[in-house]
Nanobody, 125 residues
Framework: QVQLVESGGGLVQAGGSLRLSCAAS????????MGWFRQGPGKERQFVAS????????YYADSVKGRFTISRDNAKNTVYLQMNSLKPEDTAVYYC??????????????????WGQGTQVTVSS
């Protein structure tokens, strides 16, 4: 079992920044690729970013490339999502995810093993 707890969400003006954190507990954190997904009002959950267990490989949705950065600190069992130049369309509940195989597999979102409870990000115009 892996427990994931997100934090760092909030209300920010367009153009601002936020950093989300996801703290993992339970089985070995380094066994998992990690990712972030989001679900906006009236929308389906969508992939945002993922990172391999070593941090060597990362993937991003086209909508966030150049603005968001995913990273992880295996010593702290934590994955981060630095979000810059935020836009109103980034408003969503952001979920942390753990995947047993690879960062590439996280992209599809089909074999996610564990989800966090989500943290709300609201970007005002």
């Amino acid at each position: 079992q892996v427990q994931l707890v997100e934090s760092g969400g909030g209300l920010v003006q367009a153009g601002g920044s936020l950093r989300l954190s996801c703290a993992a507990s339970g089985r070995s954190f380094t066994s998992y690729a990690m990712g972030w997904f989001r679900q906006g009002p009236g929308k389906e959950r969508q992939f945002v970013a993922s990172i391999s267990w070593s941090g060597d490989s990362t993937y991003y949705a086209d909508s966030v490339k150049g603005r968001f950065t995913i990273s992880r600190d295996n010593a702290k069992n934590t994955v981060y999502l630095q979000m810059n130049s935020l836009k109103p369309e980034d408003t969503a509940v952001y979920y942390c995810a753990a995947e047993r195989t690879s960062a590439a597999a996280v992209v599809a979102g089909i074999t996610i093993g564990y989800w966090g409870q989500g943290t709300q990000v609201t970007v005002s115009s």
